[in-house]
């Protein structure tokens, strides 16, 4: 998160708690509430959905679980420490995740039952006691490759990984992110794109993007799930924007330029003003001189 | 009788001559007035010289101020010299009789001070070695470069509005002054250009003057307009104005009229010519002062009171620094001394007789002086961009003794110019005073051969 973002949540949540100062008591927790048992069981897939919604809703207050980033200016502890663990069951956090309190936005409305367990998990894999059932999310390295078809401003991107004996094989449902560099940042083109059965997403880029003089554009393309398939970031140039054109505004005749841009207009008014009064003083001169013979 | 001679009787050509030749071989006291103004100047020498030597620092300008009293001294020189064009010119050209006597003093006015304005731009220069860049690379966009022009053009012209009416007065002091040093009667002869009195020859001088009155008149409001516009086209407060030009121009003819009241008097007084610079005179020259000075007036108002009644941020700080603030004992004084005391007096025929005159004058070009100085520097002490992490001495100005020196060593400069011209050369045109006498040129020829 930027530094920039971090203060904007602040002042945001700041003003929110002023507001709220009035109603910020102590949290209530019925016992039922702590006793509450999730519907579900946690897997390690579950666990990973939990993390991606964490990191989206909860990580600009709370920071990354363990690693004390959260804004303790605000009330938001971090929801990693043993301490934390120990003293709330997942059926309490479930509740105050849910009912929010003062500084904690209420997320009743915002996820589903299903999500909101998917959060607490997350939060309770923190808790070396916390049992995940199921088989273990491996990492499954892959690779991307670039390949451009220039007559319908398509790139595809094929993902492959290797199987058990390390060959490559196409890899399928990786959710694929197109970019095209700019200054600030990256633009990001398009929706998510899965790959298909070949491995392959493919994209079409809009006409009129600027570009550089020759019309380049830096395209990025990347997994969006970078925990699962590594942070494989692949570019390339594609001459696909639109020209710059450069007018460098020096080059033209205006007041601001050099002399030798100097403005039509005022290149005539000036010598034309200067040579003619100079003409006059010259003729004068000429007849002064002349004033001998009359 | 003619409206130069009103009180006594009528002159004969011999009477001008000697009158007017007189003060030339006169040397009382000459001596005294080169040496105090030789001595002004090389105090300023001697300034100026440590600064070519040490930079501009030994001034009080610095990053902010950098304009000082060098150039609120330009604009004020420029300001004077301008007198020339409105007295020779303007009035002139419409066939005012009176100033016969006095155009030549106007004129030795503008050149001296035309000539000083020029060298005090060089003074402002850190490296004055590279004036000449200001030729090669300088912008035809930039009114600095047309300011250079223009005044070039209007020195030239001065010199030669001041040389043509002189011609005809040569054969007369080749006369009159075979008494004198040979290189003298050298300049003499040479400047005559051959002129002999004859018919064609008056003719054509006649019609030379005419075409320079009318040439001057565009290339003097050209002067004065682009000198403004240096401060008129940037947008800083207090500077951004419409008016500035015409306002520079109307301040202009107020310096430029009081200077020509001061020489008159002090002319008038040490040349023992009574007779031909007459209360007349300076109740005409007192009347037209009041006049050019009420246009002044009025465009101050027009200055001051509208951005004043707007009070835009900014402009307010401006305003009030001068109004209320840092500046207001200066732009006070300046404003009811220079300019509108001077105007109810003037309105009065008994201050319009020559002493109060002399007096009147003196307020008005000190008052012309350091309102230039009021235009230049509280502008620059408030620039749009606050003044932050500089050294305190920065932040306000007040000009040090070197630029005194070097600013007096201007004024004394073009006092000295005036001298000499007054010393080598009657200070009125002999022929055209016997013209306003009466007196033809078959006489004034016969005058001029008869031993």
Same mark, same amino acid.
């Given at each position: 998160?930027?530094?920039?973002?971090?203060?904007?949540?602040?002042?945001?949540?700041?003003?929110?708690?002023?507001?709220?100062?009035?109603?910020?008591?102590?949290?209530?927790?019925?016992?039922?509430?702590?006793?509450?048992?999730?519907?579900?069981?946690?897997?390690?897939?579950?666990?990973?959905?939990?993390?991606?919604?964490?990191?989206?809703?909860?990580?600009?207050?709370?920071?990354?679980?363990?690693?004390?980033?959260?804004?303790?200016?605000?009330?938001?502890?971090?929801?990693?420490?043993?301490?934390?663990?120990?003293?709330?069951?997942?059926?309490?956090?479930?509740?105050?995740?849910?009912?929010?309190?003062?500084?904690?936005?209420?997320?009743?409305?915002?996820?589903?039952?299903?999500?909101?367990?998917?959060?607490?998990?997350?939060?309770?894999?923190?808790?070396?006691?916390?049992?995940?059932?199921?088989?273990?999310?491996?990492?499954?390295?892959?690779?991307?490759?670039?390949?451009?078809?220039?007559?319908?401003?398509?790139?595809?991107?094929?993902?492959?990984?290797?199987?058990?004996?390390?060959?490559?094989?196409?890899?399928?449902?990786?959710?694929?992110?197109?970019?095209?560099?700019?200054?600030?940042?990256?633009?990001?083109?398009?929706?998510?794109?899965?790959?298909?059965?070949?491995?392959?997403?493919?994209?079409?880029?809009?006409?009129?993007?600027?570009?550089?003089?020759?019309?380049?554009?830096?395209?990025?393309?990347?997994?969006?799930?970078?925990?699962?398939?590594?942070?494989?970031?692949?570019?390339?140039?594609?001459?696909?924007?639109?020209?710059?054109?450069?007018?460098?505004?020096?080059?033209?005749?205006?007041?601001?330029?050099?002399?030798?841009?100097?403005?039509?207009?005022?290149?005539?008014?000036?010598?034309?003003?200067?040579?003619?009064?100079?003409?006059?003083?010259?003729?004068?001169?000429?007849?002064?001189?002349?004033?001998?013979?009359? | 009788?003619?409206?130069?001679?009103?009180?006594?009787?009528?002159?004969?050509?011999?009477?001008?001559?000697?009158?007017?030749?007189?003060?030339?071989?006169?040397?009382?006291?000459?001596?005294?007035?080169?040496?105090?103004?030789?001595?002004?100047?090389?105090?300023?020498?001697?300034?100026?010289?440590?600064?070519?030597?040490?930079?501009?620092?030994?001034?009080?300008?610095?990053?902010?101020?950098?304009?000082?009293?060098?150039?609120?001294?330009?604009?004020?020189?420029?300001?004077?010299?301008?007198?020339?064009?409105?007295?020779?010119?303007?009035?002139?050209?419409?066939?005012?009789?009176?100033?016969?006597?006095?155009?030549?003093?106007?004129?030795?006015?503008?050149?001296?001070?035309?000539?000083?304005?020029?060298?005090?731009?060089?003074?402002?220069?850190?490296?004055?070695?590279?004036?000449?860049?200001?030729?090669?690379?300088?912008?035809?966009?930039?009114?600095? @470069?047309? $300011?250079?022009?223009?005044?070039?053009?209007?020195?030239?012209?001065?010199? =030669? /509005?001041? +040389? %043509?009416? &002189?011609?005809?007065?040569?054969?007369?002091?080749?006369?009159?002054?075979?008494?004198?040093?040979?290189?003298?009667?050298?300049?003499?002869?040479?400047?005559?250009?051959?002129?002999?009195?004859?018919?064609?020859?008056?003719?054509?001088?006649?019609?030379?003057?005419?075409?320079?009155?009318?040439?001057?008149?565009?290339?003097?409001?050209?002067?004065?307009?682009?000198?403004?516009?240096?401060?008129?086209?940037?947008?800083?407060?207090?500077?951004?104005?419409?008016?500035?030009?015409?306002?520079?121009?109307?301040?202009?003819?107020?310096?430029?009229?009081?200077?020509?009241?001061?020489?008159?008097?002090?002319?008038?007084?040490?040349?023992? @010519?009574? $007779?031909?610079?007459?209360?007349?005179?300076?109740?005409?020259?007192?009347? =037209? /002062?009041? +006049? %050019?000075? &009420?246009?002044?007036?009025?465009?101050?108002?027009?200055?001051?009171?509208?951005?004043?009644?707007?009070?835009?941020?900014?402009?307010?700080?401006?305003?009030?620094?001068?109004?209320?603030?840092?500046?207001?004992?200066?732009?006070?004084?300046?404003?009811?001394?220079?300019?509108?005391?001077?105007?109810?007096?003037?309105?009065?025929?008994?201050?319009?007789?020559?002493?109060?005159?002399?007096?009147?004058?003196?307020?008005?070009?000190?008052?012309?002086?350091?309102?230039?100085?009021?235009?230049?520097?509280?502008?620059?002490?408030?620039?749009?961009?606050?003044?932050?992490?500089?050294?305190?001495?920065?932040?306000?100005?007040?000009?040090?003794?070197?630029?005194?020196?070097?600013?007096?060593?201007?004024?004394?400069?073009?006092? =000295?110019?005036?001298?000499?011209?007054?010393?080598?050369f009657p200070i009125m045109p002999i022929w055209e005073v016997a013209h306003e006498e009466g007196i033809t040129n078959e006489e004034m020829n016969k005058y001029v051969k008869e031993?």
């Amino acid at each position: 998160m930027t530094y920039l973002n971090k203060i904007k949540i602040f002042v945001l949540v700041f003003m929110f708690i002023l507001f709220t100062s009035s109603i910020n008591a102590q949290w209530n927790i019925p016992a039922d509430a702590k006793n509450k048992k999730p519907p579900i069981d946690p897997t390690h897939t579950l666990v990973k959905t939990g993390k991606d919604l964490y990191k989206s809703n909860c990580a600009s207050c709370h920071g990354t679980p363990g690693q004390g980033n959260n804004i303790a200016a605000i009330g938001a502890t971090d929801l990693g420490t043993a301490d934390y663990q120990h003293s709330h069951s997942s059926g309490q956090t479930f509740f105050q995740v849910e009912q929010g309190n003062g500084g904690m936005p209420s997320f009743r409305e915002k996820f589903s039952s299903d999500e909101k367990w998917c959060l607490i998990f997350y939060i309770k894999s923190f808790d070396k006691d916390f049992e995940i059932s199921g088989e273990e999310l491996k990492e499954q390295k892959a690779d991307l490759r670039l390949s451009l078809v220039e007559k319908i401003r398509t790139v595809k991107a094929y993902a492959t990984t290797k199987d058990k004996s390390g060959k490559e094989i196409p890899l399928e449902g990786a959710e694929v992110q197109f970019f095209i560099k700019r200054m600030f940042g990256n633009m990001q083109i398009g929706e998510l794109v899965p790959t298909d059965n070949k491995g392959m997403a493919s994209i079409k880029i809009p006409e009129n993007i600027p570009g550089d003089e020759e019309g380049k554009l830096n395209l990025l393309v990347k997994f969006k799930d970078t925990d699962t398939y590594g942070k494989v970031i692949k570019s390339k140039t594609i001459k696909w924007g639109s020209k710059l054109k450069i007018v460098n505004i020096t080059d033209k005749r205006e007041m601001w330029g050099s002399l030798h841009r100097v403005p039509l207009w005022v290149l005539f008014s000036y010598f034309g003003m200067t040579i003619g009064v100079w003409l006059v003083i010259g003729y004068v001169v000429f007849q002064i001189i002349r004033l001998k013979k009359l | 009788m003619s409206e130069v001679n009103k009180e006594g009787t009528k002159k004969t050509i011999g009477t001008i001559v000697s009158d007017l030749t007189r003060p030339i071989k006169n040397h009382k006291g000459f001596t005294i007035w080169i040496l105090f103004l030789l001595t002004v100047m090389g105090v300023g020498m001697m300034a100026y010289v440590d600064q070519l030597a040490n930079g501009l620092g030994v001034t009080a300008m610095r990053d902010y101020i950098s304009w000082g009293l060098y150039i609120s001294s330009f604009i004020f020189f420029i300001a004077t010299a301008l007198v020339g064009m409105l007295i020779s010119a303007v009035l002139g050209l419409i066939g005012i009789k009176w100033i016969t006597p006095i155009a030549r003093i106007a004129e030795m006015i503008a050149l001296g001070f035309a000539m000083w304005a020029g060298l005090i731009i060089i003074f402002d220069m850190g490296r004055p070695d590279r004036a000449l860049n200001l030729f090669i690379h300088g912008r035809l966009q930039s009114p600095i @470069l047309w $300011d250079v022009t223009v005044v070039t053009t209007y020195i030239a012209i001065s010199v =030669l /509005l001041y +040389l %043509l009416p &002189l011609i005809p007065d040569m054969p007369f002091l080749k006369k009159a002054m075979t008494d004198q040093a040979k290189w003298k009667q050298k300049i003499y002869k040479i400047l005559s250009f051959g002129f002999e009195g004859r018919p064609e020859q008056y003719k054509s001088i006649k019609k030379l003057i005419r075409i320079l009155a009318i040439l001057i008149i565009p290339v003097a409001l050209a002067i004065h307009t682009v000198t403004s516009w240096l401060f008129a086209m940037t947008p800083r407060i207090g500077w951004d104005s419409t008016i500035f030009g015409p306002y520079y121009v109307t301040g202009a003819f107020v310096a430029g009229g009081a200077a020509v009241m001061i020489a008159m008097f002090v002319l008038s007084r040490n040349y023992n @010519l009574k $007779d031909y610079i007459t209360d007349f005179h300076f109740d005409k020259m007192g009347k =037209l /002062l009041v +006049l %050019l000075m &009420l246009v002044y007036f009025y465009f101050n108002i027009n200055e001051y009171i509208v951005p004043g009644y707007k009070m835009k941020a900014g402009d307010d700080h401006h305003i009030l620094g001068l109004f209320t603030g840092h500046y207001a004992k200066m732009f006070w004084t300046v404003q009811l001394g220079g300019m509108i005391i001077p105007i109810i007096l003037l309105l009065f025929r008994r201050m319009r007789k020559p002493l109060p005159s002399l007096f009147i004058g003196i307020a008005v070009i000190i008052g012309a002086f350091f309102k230039r100085y009021i235009i230049t520097i509280p502008t620059l002490v408030h620039p749009h961009l606050p003044i932050q992490n500089v050294p305190e001495e920065f932040h306000s100005y007040w000009p040090n003794a070197w630029e005194w020196a070097i600013t007096m060593m201007a004024i004394a400069g073009a006092v =000295l110019i005036i001298t000499i011209l007054a010393k080598l050369f009657p200070i009125m045109p002999i022929w055209e005073v016997a013209h306003e006498e009466g007196i033809t040129n078959e006489e004034m020829n016969k005058y001029v051969k008869e031993s």
